[in-house]
């Protein structure tokens, strides 16, 4: 089957760096994207990796290896507005989206 | 920019009745998609459609389904509704041609069966 593994919860400090991991077993790979969804509100955009290596985005960098089916979300220099949970997913062989539970993570000043 | 709306934001409902979420997209993505999104699981996919006048089954189709007349619109029913079907329906749209198929989202319906 098909299956994308995040932490349920993580919590890091305002000023700090966190690195969310999300591993994947999926029907082949064309893609994994991160969402970021506060709470009550839809999921929103945040990065796209199709090769391997990093992909910078301001506070934002996301980080894929497909020979180890692994990917992380890297945020700096956090926000409280960063409080929120992020989403791991992959587009399979089908080009159907396979999505992760979700992390939620706790900002504490 | 509207982008996608959805209505309603909000319902409660009878089980056994029948509703329609709507979902509208004005960015004339050929790709749509309506999932639910429950507290502790994935978005999981009930149906899309990846153009007008085509629809798929998703992951969890059962009491569900869609039409796609048009390209703007892509309207979900519950044909008869059961409290398992009680979630947040999200909507999205994403162009498969090109770029990163990226989805675009509804701010969601949050749905409540009694």
Known sequence: GQNIDQPTEMTATEGAIVQINCTYQTSGF????????????????????????????????????????YSYLLLK???????ASY???????NYQLIWGAGTKLIIKP | IAGITQAPTSQILAA????????TQ??????????????GLGLRLIHYSNTAGTTGKGEVPDGYSVSRANTDDFP?????????QTSVYFCASSELAGGTGELFFGEGSRLTVL
């Not at chain 2, 056994?16 to 979902?23: D, I, P």
């Open chain 1, 30 to 69: 064309n893609g994994l994207f991160w969402y970021q969804q506060h709470a009550g509100e839809a999921p929103t955009f945040l990065s796209y990796n199709v090769l391997d290596g990093l992909e910078e985005k301001g506070r934002f960098s996301s980080f894929l290896s497909r020979s180890k089916g």
């Open chain 1, 77 to 83: 220099e956090l926000q409280m507005k960063d409080s």
């Open chain 1, 87 to 93: 989403l791991c997913a992959v587009r399979d062989s």
């Open chain 2, 16 to 23: 056994g009745r029948r509703m329609t979420l709507r979902c």
């Open chain 2, 26 to 39: 004005d960015m004339r993505h050929n790709a749509m998609y309506w999932y639910r999104q429950d507290l």
């Open chain 2, 76 to 84: 979900l029913t519950l044909a008869s509704a059961v409290p398992s």
